[in-house]
């Protein structure tokens, strides 16, 4: 397997699931099959157009492991760094993703123009709602553990088990290669 790099995508599989980091870690994106992703994606490219967009981090992790992000947009001015999701349905794995981006800033030293560490913005368009976000020493702490877990998953001969509630895989793109 090619060297890690844990991304904010992979953080957020590893919320939500363990055996779906292991699939998409090793070659498994289902994501161009579903039509939640391409909505996602064309809410993604039509709000907050005049924004600062896509910009790309990559940081050195704990134990020298790759971590990368794509963060959907950011106002310099006000030291806001926003994700836009389609739904608040995952949340908790919105919020860690975004709280994964806030630590690769924190770890490349990039800080607002007062001296003080961006803050957190989910932006969720089409319900007209936003939760602010931010990071924490005990959230810190928890991402290193995440990352750590994900390389372990990752490096897995075979992936962890099918969740056995199976509320959330209906909606999942990797649901029918689970339980197809």
């Not at 050195?60 to 926003?82: K, N, Q, S, Y």
């Not at 290193?144 to 490096?155: L, R, S």
Request: hydrophobic share 35%; net charge positive.
């Amino acid at each position: 397997m090619h060297k890690l790099c844990v991304t904010g995508t992979l953080v957020n599989y590893y919320v939500l699931c363990r055996r779906r980091v292991w699939l998409a870690v090793h070659g498994l994106w289902m994501e161009h099959e579903s039509e939640l992703v391409a909505l996602g994606r064309l809410l993604d490219e039509t709000s907050y157009t005049d924004e600062l967009r896509h910009v790309n981090v990559e940081a050195e992790g704990p134990e020298g492991l790759r971590l990368a992000g794509r963060i959907d947009w950011a106002e310099l001015r006000d030291g806001v760094l926003h994700e836009t999701k389609h739904s608040p349905r995952a949340l908790e794995a919105h919020r860690w993703q975004l709280r994964f981006y806030l630590w690769l800033l924190k770890l490349l030293g990039v800080t607002r123009t007062d001296g003080q560490p961006f803050r957190g913005q989910l932006n969720f368009p089409r319900q007209r709602r936003t939760e602010n976000i931010i990071l924490e020493p005990e959230h810190e702490t928890r991402l290193n553990e995440i990352v750590q877990a994900i390389y372990q998953t990752a490096t897995q001969a075979l992936p962890p088990p099918r969740l056995v509630n199976r509320r959330f895989c209906k909606k999942c793109a990797y649901e029918e290669l689970c339980f197809g």
